[in-house]
């Protein structure tokens, strides 16, 4: 749950949100000159997305725990490796392969797809190098845009602010891209908006990291098509679109498709089906005890003695047993009192023909 921020923190989350978006650009620059120096052309991209998710997780662990305290800053920005962390990473992968099937489909139906094979050897191995870099490259977009950064931006604006802002700066990042057109840019922001009520259904990246991986993993790997201008990431299998631009994006492929906007905006509604029990566990408002300390015994005692009335124990009445004088007088020759030896003759003569 997101506590009540005072203007002087808004401000100072705003800050701290800046700082993020820099340094975003920053591990970003550093992660490909770094790959470009290390590695050839084959294996740049993929060390490229492991170094920048290794300089994310740690810049912003670091501010984390400088600006916040976090004990646990990485598990803090959506990476806690909670109970059931893999089925909700399943959840969302199973989510993010349907919206490419939904997107693919149509593209069927109306020209088909032509679709070539390699099973070579070494095409398997480039298959599990491309899955790697899709897992990386997924990851990697969650942190840097619904982790530390988002999070202090929900402070500065409030939850519907920040998934708004975040969506349309998620889009401007990607319309970079050579091939984007306005079509890629909404379903940048369908998409980021998507992956942000994710994170806010869960408090978690786990559900966000699956959709947005099986998104496009999906569409390189199993169908062989274009993701965002790239076209050459399947190494076994190759798929050529054969029907109109309109409705297979060209080569920008299906992120510039408005068929792809509208499945987004279709697929929110399957975000917050999915998540409901997830949104129940992590987003139910606590009950703080509060009040002034009841004694419940004492308050049932005395509602049941207003109804039934005080009891108030009598104390018990004498028995006299025979008739004995309530008088004693003294005897004349000073033996006992008249009238003791007469009870007691008749105590003993009642007892007797009681016998």
Not at 90 to 104: K, Q, S, Y
Not at 110 to 139: E, H, K, N, P, R
Not at 236 to 244: A, C, H
Request: aromatic share 12%; charged share 10%.
């Amino acid at each position: 749950m997101t506590a009540n921020v005072t203007p002087g923190g808004r401000l100072r989350a705003y800050l701290q949100f800046v700082l993020a978006v820099l340094y975003f650009f920053f591990a970003r620059s550093l992660a490909v000159h770094s790959a470009q120096g290390l590695a050839g052309d084959l294996w740049s991209p993929l060390i490229a997305e492991a170094m920048l998710l290794f300089l994310l997780v740690l810049g912003y662990a670091a501010m984390g725990f400088w600006f916040q305290r976090q004990l646990h800053p990485v598990g803090e920005q959506g990476l806690a490796r909670r109970q059931g962390w893999t089925r909700e990473f399943r959840l969302g992968l199973a989510t993010g392969w349907g919206i490419a099937v939904v997107c693919v489909l149509p593209m069927v139906v109306a020209g088909g797809i032509a679709v070539t094979f390699s099973t070579g050897g070494s095409d398997w191995g480039w298959l599990l190098a491309d899955t790697m870099f899709y897992a990386l490259a997924a990851l990697a977009e969650e942190v840097a845009f619904r982790g530390y950064a988002f999070q202090r931006f929900i402070d500065a604006v409030g939850p519907i602010g920040a998934t708004l802002g975040f969506a349309a700066y998620y889009a401007i990042v990607r319309s970079m891209l050579p091939g984007s057109s306005r079509a890629s840019f909404a379903v940048s922001v369908a998409l980021g908006v998507v992956l942000a009520t994710a994170y806010l259904r869960t408090r978690a990246l786990w559900v966000g990291w699956g959709i947005n991986f099986g998104w496009k993993a999906s569409r390189a790997l199993l169908f062989g098509l274009a993701v965002a201008g790239v076209n050459n990431t399947s190494p076994v299998i190759q798929g050529n679109p054969m029907g109109p631009f309109w409705l297979t994006g060209g080569g920008f492929g299906l992120d510039g498709t408005w068929i792809a906007f509208a499945v987004m905006l279709a697929a929110l509604a399957v975000v917050f089906r999915i998540t409901r029990e997830l949104d129940f566990k992590y987003n139910a408002p606590e009950i703080v005890a509060a009040g002034v300390p009841v004694d419940l015994d004492a308050a049932a005692r005395a509602q049941h003695e207003a109804a039934m009335g005080a009891n108030h124990a009598e104390a018990p009445a004498l028995v006299q047993i025979g008739g004995a004088p309530t008088t004693l007088e003294p005897a004349a020759d000073g033996g006992a009192p008249a009238g003791q030896d007469g009870g007691t003759s008749e105590v003993t003569g009642n007892l007797a023909s009681g016998a």
